[in-house]
C-alpha cells in the first residue's frame, strides 16, 4: 500500500476541524435569531466551544507522549461526534452552548494529536506534510460557509449543517480505526514532560500562536456580522469570508515545500509580514464587491503557513516529546480561539464591530514580533 494513503484520515481529520470551528462564525447571526438573545450573549457559543478546545489540547498533548497516540485520536473523535449530534438536535440555547464545548473537547483531542501522528509516520519533511494536511483545514474553513449558504437557501435550518457535521466525524473516527500510527518504545512520564517548559523557545511559540489565533479567529467570528452591519447581505458576507479560508487552503498547498527549505522560521516572519499588511486593507477599506474578497484571499494565502510550520518547528527541534510541544502550540491556539471572539462580541455590542475588527492587523502584528524574538533565541542558541 503506497504511504501517501496514510495521509487520508489525517486529511478528513483537518476538514472536520475546519468544518466544526470556523463553521461557527457564519452560523452565529442565525443562532442568535434561533434563540433570541444579542450578539453578547450568542458569543457564549465561541467561549464555550473555545473553552473545550483549549484545555483539551494540553491534556491531548501529555496524553500522547505517555499512551499509543492512535488511542487519543479515536478517543477525541468520538467526543466531538457526540458534541455536534447534540448541537444538531437539541433545540435549548443553554444546552447547545454545553454540545459545543463539548465538540470543542473533541476537536482539540484531533487538533493536537494529528501533528505528532502524522510526522511519526512521514519523517522526512515534516514541514511539507504538515503543511499538506493543514491546507485541508483551509479547505473544511472555506467550504463551511459555501455549505451553510447552500442548505439555508435550499430551505434547511442552521442545526441541518451540524447533521452534515456529524456524519462526516463519524467517517473519519472509521478511517483512524486501522492501527498504522508507530507506537513509542519507551513512553514519557509526566516530570519529564514538564521540564521542557524551561526553554524561553517555548514560551515564544507559544505567544506567537496565541495572537495568531486571536487575529485570524475575530476575522472568522465577526467579519460576516460587521459586513452584514455595513449593508451586504449575509449570504455575500459568508462568501465573502470564505475567501480568506480559500487563501489559507491555496497557501498551504502551494507554499508547502518552501518551509522546508528555506526554514521553518524564516518562512512564517516573511509571510506574517504580508499577511498584516492585506488582512489590515481587508479591514480599513471600505467593504468592496471585488477588493475584500481578493484581499481576504491574499490575507489567508501568506498566514497559511503559521500554525502548520510552527508546528513543523516544534515537533522537528524537540523529538522526545513531539505530542506536548505539539499540544504546547495548539493549547495557545486555542487559547486565543476560547478568548478572543467572545471578547470580539461584547467590544463590537459597545463600540461596533469595525471596532473589533481593528483588532485584527493588531494582534498579528504582536505575533510578528514574538516570531523575531523566536529566531533571535535560536540564532543565540546555535551561535
Request: with cysteine; aromatic share 16%.
Amino acid at each position: 500500500m503506497p504511504k501517501k494513503i496514510l495521509l487520508i484520515p489525517f486529511i478528513l481529520g483537518l476538514v472536520l476541524i475546519g468544518f466544526g470551528i470556523s463553521g461557527t462564525g457564519p452560523l452565529i447571526s442565525s443562532i442568535a435569531r434561533e434563540f433570541a438573545v444579542s450578539p453578547n450573549i450568542v458569543g457564549r457559543v465561541f467561549f464555550f466551544q473555545g473553552l473545550g478546545y483549549f484545555f483539551s489540547l494540553m491534556a491531548a498533548g501529555f496524553l500522547g507522549d505517555m499512551i499509543p497516540q492512535d488511542k487519543v485520536l479515536r478517543v477525541g473523535l468520538t467526543i466531538a461526534l457526540g458534541g455536534f449530534m447534540g448541537i444538531s438536535l437539541l433545540s435549548s440555547f443553554t444546552t447547545v452552548v454545553v454540545f459545543f464545548l463539548i465538540s470543542g473537547v473533541g476537536l482539540g483531542f484531533l487538533d493536537c494529536m494529528t501533528n505528532p501522528a502524522a510526522t511519526s509516520i512521514f519523517t522526512r519533511n515534516p514541514g511539507t506534510v504538515l503543511n499538506v494536511i493543514h491546507a485541508f483545514f483551509g479547505l473544511g474553513s472555506f467550504t463551511a460557509p459555501w455549505l451553510f449558504a447552500n442548505l439555508t437557501s435550499a430551505g434547511f435550518t442552521w442545526q441541518s449543517y451540524y447533521t452534515v457535521v456529524a456524519v462526516f466525524t463519524l467517517v473519519t473516527l472509521v478511517s483512524f480505526l486501522p492501527s498504522f500510527i508507530p507506537r513509542r518504545a519507551t513512553p514519557s512520564n509526566l516530570r519529564e514532560l514538564v521540564k521542557v517548559f524551561r526553554k524561553k523557545a517555548f514560551w515564544f511559540m507559544g505567544a506567537t500562536m496565541i495572537f495568531y489565533s486571536g487575529g485570524v479567529t475575530i476575522l472568522n467570528g465577526w467579519m460576516v456580522t460587521y459586513l452584514i452591519e455595513r449593508g451586504w447581505p449575509e449570504g455575500t458576507a459568508a462568501l465573502f469570508l470564505s475567501n480568506f479560508w480559500l487563501g489559507l487552503f491555496a497557501g498551504r498547498f502551494l507554499l508547502s515545500r518552501l518551509s522546508d527549505r528555506i526554514g521553518h522560521l524564516t518562512m512564517i516572519r516573511i509571510n506574517s509580514t504580508g499577511g498584516i499588511v492585506l488582512t489590515a486593507l481587508a479591514v480599513f477599506l471600505a467593504p468592496g464587491a471585488w477588493s475584500t474578497p481578493v484581499l481576504l484571499f491574499m490575507g489567508g494565502f501568506l498566514l497559511s503557513t503559521t500554525i502548520p510550520t510552527t508546528l513543523a518547528f516544534a515537533v522537528v527541534n524537540y523529538p522526545d516529546t513531539a505530542a506536548t510541544a505539539s499540544g504546547w502550540v495548539m493549547f495557545n491556539n486555542g487559547f486565543g480561539i476560547f478568548l478572543f471572539p467572545w471578547l470580539g462580541g461584547i467590544i463590537g455590542s459597545i463600540f461596533g464591530f469595525h471596532v473589533t475588527l481593528g483588532l485584527v492587523p493588531v494582534f498579528l502584528l504582536v505575533m510578528l514580533v514574538f516570531q523575531q524574538l523566536l529566531a533571535r533565541d535560536v540564532r543565540l542558541k546555535t551561535a
